[in-house]
């Protein structure tokens, strides 16, 4: 078994599959704290677990990820002790570095497969997690989105883009911040397929058990090497380049004086509609 019961994320074990579902559906799995600490543990001990041998991660409801909890981060409704810790850039560094960057990495690294399963909005910190699987299976409706340059933010913490879609579309994606959806996406070679929505789950779970079927070993095996193959070509690297530059990001003129008006503004719900003023496609 691979522990549990959490709050914020369900694992259901079918024959060498285990399946990770976010499980705060009423804020499109927006990922605060608890959910990254908890998909963290469920994720590491799949890996341990030696009856799975492929994880399939996945999002209660009509959408994968809408990205970080912003709720907990700014705001009336904000962590004291997470404000306090990110109020300096030091400890919003060691913050970021921490949660959003290595946990995200230790996906990314499991040594078994992964499979993300994504349906509806993919968005920022949603896609940054989603594309830390091996494999995409995407619902026909699927959105992919990184607006955080109309936030004054240089992308989310790991740039996974230019290693996802190509050099050229990264930048119309992230210059824009428009969203591309699922046909697109499987296009430009971010996803392996996609499947009308209500068959989402069992695709992704068909592909799975194909994967499982196969001497775990050799796969986990292979799986090493290509991303080797990718490393060799600089992208672990280039995201730690990345990281820093967002940690700068953080705390131009521009940012900051965005992120106090954020603080002075009730509700997120400005705060997105002041985003995409002037953006609307
Ligand atoms: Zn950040």
Same mark, same amino acid.
């Given at each position: 078994?691979?522990?549990?019961?959490?709050?914020?994320?369900?694992?259901?074990?079918?024959?060498?599959?285990?399946?990770?579902?976010?499980?705060?559906?009423?804020?499109?799995?927006?990922?605060?704290?608890?959910?990254?600490?908890?998909?963290?543990?469920?994720?590491?001990?799949?890996?341990?677990?030696?009856?799975?041998?492929?994880?399939?991660?996945?999002?209660?409801?009509?959408?994968?990820?809408?990205?970080?909890? =912003?709720?907990?981060?700014?705001?009336?409704?904000?962590?004291?002790?997470?404000?306090?810790?990110?109020?300096?850039?030091?400890?919003?560094?060691?913050?970021?570095?921490?949660?959003?960057?290595?946990?995200?990495?230790?996906?990314?690294? $499991?040594?078994?497969?992964?499979?993300?399963?994504?349906?509806?909005?993919?968005?920022?910190?949603?896609?940054?997690?989603?594309?830390?699987?091996?494999?995409?299976?995407?619902?026909?409706?699927?959105?992919?989105?990184?607006?955080?340059?109309?936030?004054?933010?240089?992308?989310?913490?790991? $740039?996974?883009?230019?290693?996802?879609?190509?050099?050229?579309?990264?930048?119309?994606?992230?210059?824009?911040?428009?969203?591309?959806?699922?046909?697109?996406?499987?296009?430009?070679?971010?996803?392996?397929?996609?499947?009308?929505?209500?068959?989402?789950?069992?695709?992704?779970?068909?592909?799975?058990?194909?994967?499982?079927?196969?001497?775990?070993?050799?796969?986990?095996?292979?799986?090493?090497?290509?991303?080797?193959?990718?490393?060799?070509?600089?992208?672990?690297?280039?995201?730690?380049?990345?990281?820093? =530059?967002?940690?700068?990001?953080?705390?131009?003129?521009?940012?900051?004086?965005?992120?106090?008006?954020?603080?002075?503004?009730?509700?997120?719900?400005?705060?997105?509609?002041?985003?995409?003023?002037?953006?609307?496609?």
């Amino acid at each position: 078994m691979s522990g549990g019961p959490y709050d914020t994320v369900r694992v259901e074990h079918t024959e060498r599959v285990a399946r990770v579902v976010m499980d705060r559906p009423e804020v499109r799995n927006a990922q605060n704290l608890r959910l990254i600490d908890e998909l963290h543990e469920a994720m590491s001990r799949c890996d341990a677990d030696p009856d799975v041998h492929v994880v399939v991660l996945a999002g209660e409801g009509p959408a994968f990820s809408a990205g970080h909890d =912003l709720k907990e981060l700014v705001g009336p409704d904000s962590d004291p002790g997470l404000a306090e810790r990110r109020s300096t850039p030091e400890g919003r560094f060691e913050h970021e570095r921490e949660y959003y960057f290595e946990r995200c990495m230790a996906i990314h690294d $499991l040594s078994k497969p992964t499979i993300a399963e994504v349906r509806g909005h993919c968005v920022a910190a949603g896609l940054m997690l989603a594309c830390m699987c091996d494999l995409i299976v995407a619902a026909d409706d699927a959105v992919f989105q990184n607006p955080v340059l109309r936030m004054t933010g240089a992308a989310v913490e790991l $740039l996974v883009e230019p290693w996802e879609i190509g050099v050229r579309k990264a930048k119309e994606f992230l210059f824009t911040g428009d969203a591309i959806d699922a046909a697109e996406a499987w296009r430009l070679g971010m996803v392996n397929r996609v499947v009308p929505p209500d068959d989402l789950t069992d695709a992704t779970m068909a592909l799975a058990a194909r994967i499982a079927a196969m001497p775990p070993v050799t796969v986990r095996l292979v799986k090493r090497s290509i991303s080797k193959a990718v490393d060799l070509m600089g992208k672990r690297d280039a995201l730690d380049f990345h990281f820093v =530059l967002h940690q700068f990001a953080h705390d131009t003129a521009t940012a900051r004086r965005a992120l106090e008006e954020r603080q002075r503004k009730g509700s997120m719900k400005e705060v997105f509609a002041e985003r995409d003023r002037g953006f609307e496609s």
